[in-house]
């Protein structure tokens, strides 16, 4: 699933972020309401991580703007906001759901499946096979065939990001916002050096091969 977590506080962000990539999510973050509605419009995402005190508008007016628009994305709101009348609130604004801080990232993940689940029941895979590569986000398992593939955490999400758009070319600018959660070119070769040590273990030894550089633009996952 893709992501938008709209939050100012970037440690906070950075925190969900980097646990949603590590899960095999697709993240997108804004660190401000006016950047956050603009990239709610857009209809790109399959959920919203909406924070209700934002610096520049309150979340929920936010979620009442997409509303108002037509858009049903499902939103919900994280708040330091306890009260039972403050959670009523975030719900009648338009939000799906509301958790409270503090909150454990396992029951924001689990909320977060069962409003895309309940939304789209096709976008909460939990499982990618592309051929007879199989990955899955649940047990972190990555199979070829009969094979067990072992993957160190960082090359098991730039698999996942990458059988979760399976067919595509995906660039290194991509690869470096979505897995290396970088929003600037490191001026480093690590996206080459970490496909190098992907391919070397997903198609290293068999006769199909998945993993396809494709000159000047970046890379693309193929079933055959």
């Keep these: ?28 973050v804004a660190n401000n ?24 508008m309150d979340g929920l007016e936010i979620i009442q703007s997409i509303r108002k628009e037509g858009h049903n ?19 009648q604004a338009g939000g799906d759901d509301y958790l409270t801080k503090p909150f454990a990232f396992s029951e924001l993940l689990a909320r977060l499946e069962a409003l895309v689940r309940r ?11 592309v051929g007879d590569l199989e990955l899955d986000l649940l047990t972190r398992k990555v199979r070829r065939g009969e094979t067990t593939i072992e993957l160190q955490p960082r090359e ?14 995906v660039t290194r600018t991509m690869l470096l916002e979505n897995v290396w959660e970088y929003n600037f070119d490191p001026q480093t ?13 997903i198609d290293k030894g068999f006769e199909t091969q998945l993993l396809e550089t494709v000159r000047g633009a970046g890379y693309r996952l193929v079933s055959s």
Aim: net charge negative; charged share 25%.
């Design 1 to 28: 699933m893709h992501v938008l977590i709209i939050e100012d506080d970037k440690q906070a962000a950075s925190y969900v972020g980097k646990g949603l990539r590590e899960s095999g999510q697709t993240v997108s």
């Design 189 to 201: 070769n690590v996206v080459d050096v970490h496909i190098s040590r992907l391919r070397g273990k």
């Design 73 to 91: 994305t499902p939103a919900l709101v994280l708040s330091a906001l306890s009260e039972v009348g403050h959670r009523v609130e975030g719900l």
């Design 156 to 169: 098991f999400t730039l698999l996942a990001y990458l059988m979760q758009h399976a067919g595509q070319v």
């Design 119 to 129: 939304a789209n029941p096709e976008a909460a895979t939990k499982e990618y096979k």
């Design 33 to 56: 309401g006016e950047d956050g509605l603009m990239m709610a419009r857009s209809g790109n995402f399959d959920v919203l991580v909406v924070d209700r005190m934002l610096p520049d």
